[in-house]
């Protein structure tokens, strides 16, 4: 009985690897196991080898692993680009149909199962993922009986009868491989706790956070690796009122998101890098006017379309820098699915609150990742729409047209917001430089008492809940391992490794980026002999941006992949490992 | 019940006197009063350019955003709130050249907003430039030699991308101009409505007394008929679009408003937005 293993299929894309994946850890989620699962697709629809890996366990986990136990392979391109990740004595389950074949050097055991075969007998070819995901089971030592519930509920609009035959499908696929190898395989599970739990995507928990939050619009362009927001808020928003509208491109986009805000509802858009390149101009004019705007970035490979379907964490500096002039800004990144859904909630208060628009920063790991997130809890949905006059309360009668002062100087920076149709509101809203009531000046003193005013509503900090995520119990430390958005669980695994070797690590993920916690990292950074800031990207926008802020540069070591790949538990273990090795440490 | 006194404020247009959007802003103030509005109840939101100044003319809601992209924040203001009245202005260095895409998609799209462009076939504000709307051979500082591309034709082009309300008119007819945007606001729609607003600096070709003569008034024709729109298409390509008037209205269309599955009369803006427990719920279930 095994705590933990990785499973990976592989086919042709549109094979029905997805679904075979699905359901398998739907199924196993619901037996209250812990899983991981990542998507490994190309920028097309039909062809091309695509896989899914899963991890599953019994305790939570947020990283794909290194290593590979048991390979399911619709074709051979599967076995020979994916066969290296197996563990010795990990198997290899492979459609008999194409007469599968081990690569030299490969110690796995391959099982020949006849998927399609198999399927044909039951009733249709399109079954052999079925087929596959029974035979896994039987290795996993799950019963058939798992599989009831989620069948029943992806095919009760086909019918029973196309449900009986997916459970067959499953069945005879436990049944082939038990006659194979008997009841006795290595990678049968512990049990799980069999607690309740969810099993979502990045991009579902951000998507439910803006209903929850009570975002009622949302204007977008379909980009991947966003696009899942969207598509689940069509489905939701309109039993909740609201709608989605798909734009022309992404400055319609965030200028729509603009507009309605300043209209009074809670709006959002996302996209990836070159989506949020073509919103600059426009986040500008969201921070020149204080109108709240709640904007996602799923940062996928760059420069240009770069990798659209692959993981990378370059985005980072265009979001604090990429505006002209000067505004107030804040960007957060959540770093698992569960802070993905309470970071959106915040997302929307934030900006209402500071009047400005907040980036939710993530990544193609973290949105398309899938991974179990603890029950969500309603009692945390909190809504704070900061200094927004109600439609219930009376302004004074404004004599003279005069205006309301919509841009008032007050202590902390933050004016009161009225929306258009209020009587007695009248104000100007212009990204010229204005006065206090809207209207454009160009007066020296003036602007300069805008500019402070504007600027001094994030100086003193911000309620955010968790600007930096910590698991730091060394007071002093060998290493400092720090990182953002999908990592999260790639360095707390490399972190166990080397604690396990009587290393003394610290892990800091930074939640808030902007403004940036500078106090809580130099105090992280002064217990460690050496940081080292793990980013999936070239130059070190991470590592910069603490150099600048803390400084301590003597301790920064960056890491960087730009692959396209997530980093592995490994990888990080070893480059840290080297460092004592080359007595750095 | 407000006149279009009330529609004034106390700032004074830094337009240079003999400006045709002196006439459209009368004419917005006299339209909004004539169809019965309130200051309040008005939002106009503007482009970049001499003519983005509007909004901060009127005594109204105003929002001055960014060059081009006055409709697309029209819409989200409007889908915001239904309740308002929501006027888009602008030149047509921001409605045909910026933002094309936007027009063209705002049309198709067919959110209940007015959209006013002060068409002046120039670049003003930065100072003489030439404009989508410059007619070919057109001599400006960026083309010292004559404009050697084709002027767009914005009316045509609404009618093909299946506009619900077209109009034209010109600075020079505060009537005519007062009455088409009272209809503009009236249409159940998009509304577009393209004024000639000469610009008495930069463009000495296009003047008052040019229009004078090559404008054909659609109002002095009695078998002009706004609801056949091969009519409308016919009367814009024998007059090279220098026609002024309603041009084509389809009263029959319905919003985009209308047509949003579970889109309510409540504007969006006005709605309770926390979920109770049992939504919430059921919406976690789906992810179980």
């Known amino acids: 009985m095994i705590k933990q293993l990785s499973w990976k299929v592989g086919g042709q894309q549109g094979e029905g690897i997805d679904s075979a994946g699905e359901i398998l850890a739907t199924a196993l989620n619901r037996k209250g196991y ?21 991890r599953i366990s019994t305790s939570p986990v947020r990283s794909i692993s290194d290593e590979l136990d048991i390979l399911v392979a619709f074709d051979q391109e599967t076995i020979d680009l994916n066969a290296f990740e197996l563990i010795e004595g990990g198997i290899i389950l492979a459609d008999a149909k194409f007469n599968p074949a081990v690569p030299e050097g490969i110690s796995a055991r391959l099982l020949a199962v006849p998927f399609t075969k198999i399927a044909e007998e039951v009733g249709m070819a ?25 069948i029943e509920e992806r095919f009760a609009r086909k019918g029973q009868k196309i449900v009986d035959k997916n459970m067959e499908a499953i069945s005879r696929g436990v049944e082939f491989v038990i006659s194979e190898v008997g009841d006795i395989s ?9 607690k309740k739990r969810l099993y979502m995507i990045g991009n579902d928990a951000i998507a439910l956070g803006a209903v929850a939050a009570g975002a009622r619009l949302m204007a977008a362009y379909p980009i991947t690796p966003s696009s899942e927001i969207m598509e689940y808020l069509i489905k939701r928003l309109p039993e909740f009122g609201g709608t989605v509208v798909q734009t022309e491109d992404e400055i319609a986009a965030i200028t729509m998101v603009i507009g309605a805000n300043y209209g009074g509802v809670r709006a959002l858009t996302a996209s990836a890098g070159p989506g949020l390149s073509l919103m600059t101009e426009a986040i500008g004019l969201a921070g020149m006017t204080e109108t709240p705007a709640v904007i996602v970035n799923t940062q996928r490979g760059g420069p240009s379309t770069g990798l659209p379907t692959k993981q990378e964490q ?47 920063l993530s990544d193609l790991a973290l949105s398309l990742g899938k991974q179990t997130v603890e029950p969500l809890d309603y009692d945390r949905i909190k809504i704070d729409r900061g200094k927004l006059v109600l439609d219930d309360e009376e302004l004074p009668e404004l004599e003279n047209s005069e205006l309301f002062p919509r841009y008032e100087f007050t202590p902390d920076g933050i004016s009161r917001r009225v929306l258009p149709g209020k009587k007695n509101g009248l104000h100007h809203v212009t990204g010229v430089e204005h006065d206090q009531t809207g209207r454009p000046s160009e007066n020296p003193v003036n602007r300069k008492k805008m500019m402070d005013k504007r600027l001094s509503k994030l100086a003193n900090g911000i309620q955010f809940e968790e600007p930096v995520f910590l698991d730091a119990k060394h007071e002093e430390a060998d290493l400092l391992i720090v990182g953002f958005c999908s990592t999260r669980g790639t360095i707390h695994e490399a972190m166990e490794r080397l604690e396990a070797e009587g290393m003394k690590v610290n892990h800091a993920h930074v939640r808030q980026v902007l403004p940036f916690p500078t106090d809580i990292m130099a105090e992280q950074m002064k217990k460690a002999k050496k940081v ?35 980093f592995l538990p490994s990888e990080i273990y070893k480059q840290c490992k080297e460092l004592f090795v080359h007595g750095h440490i | 019940m407000a006149t279009f006194k009330d529609f004034r404020n ?78 888009a202005a602008g030149g047509d260095g921001d409605g045909f050249a910026i933002g094309m895409a936007h027009t063209i998609h705002a049309i198709r799209r067919n959110v209940d907003i007015t959209y006013i462009v002060m068409d002046n076939q120039v670049y003003g504000l930065t100072k003489g430039q030439t ?29 093909t991308v299946g506009a619900g309300f077209v109009a034209q008119s010109v600075s020079s007819d505060l009537k005519q101009l007062t009455h088409v945007i009272e209809e503009g606001i009236k249409h159940k729609g998009f509304s577009l409505i393209n004024v000639y607003s000469p610009c008495v600096t930069y463009n000495k070709i296009n003047t008052y007394d040019w229009f004078k003569e090559h404008l054909v008034n659609l109002d002095d024709d009695p078998n002009y008929d706004p609801a056949d729109r091969s009519m409308a298409m016919q009367k814009l390509m024998e007059n090279n679009g220098l026609v002024t008037g309603i041009i084509y209205q389809n009263k ?18 006005k709605q309770d937005i926390m979920l109770t427990r049992e939504q919430f719920d059921k919406l976690v279930a789906e992810f179980a």
């Open chain 1, 34 to 54: 812990y899983l991981y699962g990542y998507r490994h697709f190309s920028s097309r629809i039909k062809g091309g080898h695509s896989n899914t890996k899963i």
């Open chain 1, 126 to 150: 399109q079954m052999k993922n079925m087929v596959a995901v029974g035979a896994s089971a039987a290795l996993l030592g799950i019963s058939v009986d798992a599989f009831q519930e989620v």
């Open chain 1, 186 to 194: 290595n990678f049968k599970l512990e049990p799980s706790d069999g």
């Open chain 1, 314 to 360: 370059s985005d980072l500096l265009a979001m604090l820098y990429s505006t002209h002039g000067e505004i107030p800004k804040i960007v957060i990144a959540p770093s698992t699915a569960e802070e993905c859904f309470y970071d959106t909630i915040q997302a929307f208060n934030l900006a209402e609150q500071y009047q400005c628009p907040v980036i939710i």
């Open chain 1, 532 to 566: 080292i800031v793990v980013e999936n990207n070239a130059t070190g926008q991470l590592t910069n941006l603490i150099k600048m802020h803390v400084g301590m540069a003597e301790k920064l070591v960056h890491i960087g992949k730009y692959d396209g790949n997530p």
């Open chain 2, 10 to 87: 106390k700032v004074k247009p830094n337009w240079c006197p003999g400006c045709g959007d002196f006439s459209v802003l009368a004419a917005m103030q006299r339209a909004f009063a004539n169809v019965g509005l309130e200051p309040h109840d008005v939002a106009i939101v503007s482009g970049i350019g001499c003519s983005g100044r509007i909004s901060g003319y009127v005594n109204a809601y105003g929002f001055h955003g960014v060059h081009g992209r006055a409709l697309p924040i029209a819409q989200g203001l409007k889908l915001a709130n239904r309740g308002l009245t929501v006027i």
């Open chain 2, 131 to 159: 404009s989508p709307r410059s007619e070919m051979g057109f001599k400006t500082k960026s083309t010292p030699h004559g404009s050697i591309e084709a002027a767009i034709n914005p009316m045509e082009m609404a009618l």
């Open chain 2, 252 to 269: 029959e269309r319905k919003p985009y408003e209308d047509m949003i599955k579970g889109f309510k009369e409540t504007p969006l803006s």
